[in-house]
């Protein structure tokens, strides 16, 4: 077979296979309804949802709050600390839309940080006068206030997965 008519079938089959694929049928586009939470990150307000919890009944909780399924994984406590981000959740002070009725959580780590990581250690943050309480809006503000005695911290060695879905330069 000469080159020229190699050539010619070649480009031919290449057309038709091309055209066969722009014929086909597309696959339809998938998206998903999924309700977040609002927090902060580095005095940054960011959004971010609740896919599993360690704990069945923190689960429920927050399966509740989000109305939305969020599936309790006790294996979550098998993963080692050095892959865990923390999340801190307020236990009195002000009322707000944190998960236990406070200020909004706030999150150390954010995506494109060294430690960033969705599975998120729970740390519960209890002010020593809940009248004095002011929102915190980075991990940085809140160990200050632990530091200055405005604060206790307690991990209830409770691991969540918590992904970022809106943060300060990125979202998915």
């Known amino acids: 077979m000469n080159s020229k008519r190699f050539t010619s079938i070649f480009a031919l089959l290449f057309v038709g296979l091309f055209l066969l694929s722009a014929c086909a049928p597309k696959q339809a586009e998938m998206t998903a309804i999924l309700p977040v939470g609002r927090a902060y990150a580095e005095g940054q307000e960011i959004y971010f ?7 069945a009944e923190v689960a429920g909780l927050l399966t509740d709050m989000m109305d939305s399924p969020v599936l309790f994984v006790p294996s979550l406590d098998d993963v080692p600390n050095s892959v865990l981000a923390n999340v801190y959740v307020f236990t009195n002070g002000i009322e707000g839309m944190g998960p236990l009725g406070f200020a909004p959580d706030v999150f150390d ?55 970022f879905v809106v943060w300060d330069g990125g979202k998915r």
């Not at 949802?49 to 704990?55: R, V």
Request: charge should be negative.
């Open 49 to 55: 949802m609740h896919t599993e919890a360690s704990d």
């Open 109 to 163: 780590s954010p995506p494109g940080t060294d430690g960033y990581s969705p599975l998120r250690r729970l740390n519960l943050v209890t002010w020593a006068d809940p009248a004095a309480a002011r929102e915190l809006k980075s991990a940085t503000d809140v160990l200050a206030a632990e530091a200055a005695g405005e604060v206790t911290i307690e991990q209830p060695g409770v691991v969540i997965n918590m992904p």
